[in-house]
């Protein structure tokens, strides 16, 4: 949910130096885009977020982050909207054939780091999509928010353009209806957040491969079907963080205006595109600064308070070249690190094959597209989508075993990173089983009925990093 912000609160005077600002920043945008490619750079970057939960000796959310993120001192570490999550922001690294290895080193170590500060508390981590054993007196703001004032006033605002509390409501095999008036219910999802930085003449065609991409990992990376002892949807993160942070008020719902958290708005002809369908969004934070346009603080805050599930950012390098990359946003925590690595591999070697494959992405319906995202979020591996290069409509399993491994061992190809077969191998075990964190969750509960069981199991397959594919009860 993203750094501090300096004020405590906002007035009129506020919203309108803001907006001004921000239509100076967004014009300034323009222009970049205007001049082209000699000012962003063209290189192929990856990093990474990982949403962890803390969890104690009974497999029970520990609300301990401040003590753990104290003793760690690392700017790698941040907090998030609960006290029992916290964040590993990953190092950037160049997308080339040493990528794989600097990330999985990059990750094994600040995992470590993060497991060994737990344990001084008698705290573990775990990787959840959505923890199973969460409860609603988890959700109590007072008692388990961060200590971060960003987040009482992320509800505030929330509260003042809705009129009206936080309500979810969404049915998988059960029906899970919750209501706050704060955002809090948005920390029952944890994720994983994928950069991939791309060049400016070809970040349209990544963009639209991203969004099919995010279709298939959705689906395939599933492993959040439990939400309060419920079995709700495969990646039940999906419509909960659309509808936690809802800002659109009744009239507005009714209407079918745009959510803030949203797959997209349509194809594009440029990442200007998205940027100006930020216009749409009413402003969270009018947090203003007396910084030259350049440095985009107003442009960068406001599209960091739009969560799409394919967010686009602009930013700068240490060159002073202006990036452009996608924040890929659609998986899960967990279930494992080496699930977590084959998730991130899987999606960046995909969106490039489908790129290499010359296949019009264009093609599906956006209508279409977008519909198959939240079918495969809600039913996962088993469910039918639209393939794109003869918008068939195939079984998800059947088009990553015949289709999908060879575009991402193209893709993958096309980096250089020709040691990718541990990966490729889990994509395709992984999928010729049909199970993932999400059905052996749903397997498992229906076997025994029980979180503390389930929650027993998990975390032991998990601390043992045995892929999620291997696990039996």
């Not at 054939?97 to 990750?107: C, G, T």
Request: aromatic share 12%.
């Amino acid at each position: 949910m993203g750094s501090e912000i300096s004020h405590r609160k906002f007035t009129k005077e506020d919203f309108i130096a803001f907006e001004k600002a921000l239509y100076t920043e967004h014009e300034y945008v323009r222009s970049l885009f205007d001049k082209g490619t000699e000012l962003f750079s063209d290189k192929y970057r990856i990093g990474y977020e990982l949403e962890v939960c803390i969890l104690d000796s009974s497999n029970q959310p520990y609300p301990i982050n401040k003590q753990i993120l104290d003793t760690i001192d690392s700017p790698l570490f941040t907090n998030e909207l609960a006290k029992y999550d916290l964040e590993i922001n990953g190092n950037v690294f160049e997308l080339n054939a040493d990528a794989p290895k600097k990330l999985d080193y990059d990750l094994l170590s600040l995992w470590e780091q993060g497991q060994e500060t737990a344990k001084k508390f008698d705290a573990k981590l775990g990787l959840f999509g959505v923890l199973p054993s969460l409860k609603l007196e988890h959700f109590n703001k007072e008692l388990y928010q961060s200590d971060m004032h960003r987040y009482t006033l992320v509800s505030q605002r929330i509260k003042e353009l809705r009129h009206e509390s936080v309500k979810i409501l969404f049915h998988g095999e059960d029906e899970i209806a919750l209501q706050k008036d704060d955002v809090m219910l948005e920390a029952l999802g944890t994720s994983l957040q994928i950069h991939l930085q791309v060049p400016f003449e070809r970040s349209v065609e990544y963009y639209h491969a991203a969004l099919l991409a995010s279709v298939v990992l959705v689906g395939f990376g599933a492993n959040s079907p439990l939400v309060l002892g419920k079995r709700a949807w495969h990646e039940s993160r999906i419509p909960i963080f659309e509808q936690s942070v809802d800002t659109r008020n009744k009239d507005q719902r009714d209407h079918g205006d745009e959510t803030r958290v949203h797959f997209a708005h349509g194809y594009i002809d440029s990442w200007l595109d998205l940027f100006d369908q930020n216009k749409m969004f009413k402003i969270i934070f009018a947090d203003v600064k007396n910084k030259p346009e350049s440095d985009l603080h107003h442009f960068n805050l406001h599209n960091g308070t739009i969560w799409r599930w394919i967010r686009p950012i602009l930013d700068q390098d240490k060159k002073g070249k202006h990036t452009l990359r996608l924040e890929l946003r659609v998986l899960p925590s967990g279930p494992t690190l080496l699930d977590t690595q084959v998730n991130i591999w899987f999606f960046i070697g995909l969106i490039e094959g489908l790129i290499k494959s010359k296949i019009d992405l264009k093609k599906i319906p956006f209508e279409t597209l977008k519909d198959d995202f939240y079918a495969v979020a809600k039913t996962g591996l088993d469910t039918k989508f639209h393939e794109a290069k003869d918008v068939k409509k195939v079984y998800l399993k059947e088009w990553i075993l015949d289709d999908g491994l060879r575009l991402t061992k193209m893709g993958l190809d096309s980096f250089g990173i020709d040691d990718a077969d541990e990966y490729l191998n889990i994509i395709k075990e992984r999928t010729s089983s049909g199970q993932n964190g999400a059905s052996w969750q749903l397997e498992h509960f229906k076997k025994f009925n029980s979180i503390p069981k389930l929650m027993e199991d998990y975390m032991k397959n998990s601390e043992q990093n045995i892929p999620v594919h291997k696990w039996s009860f």
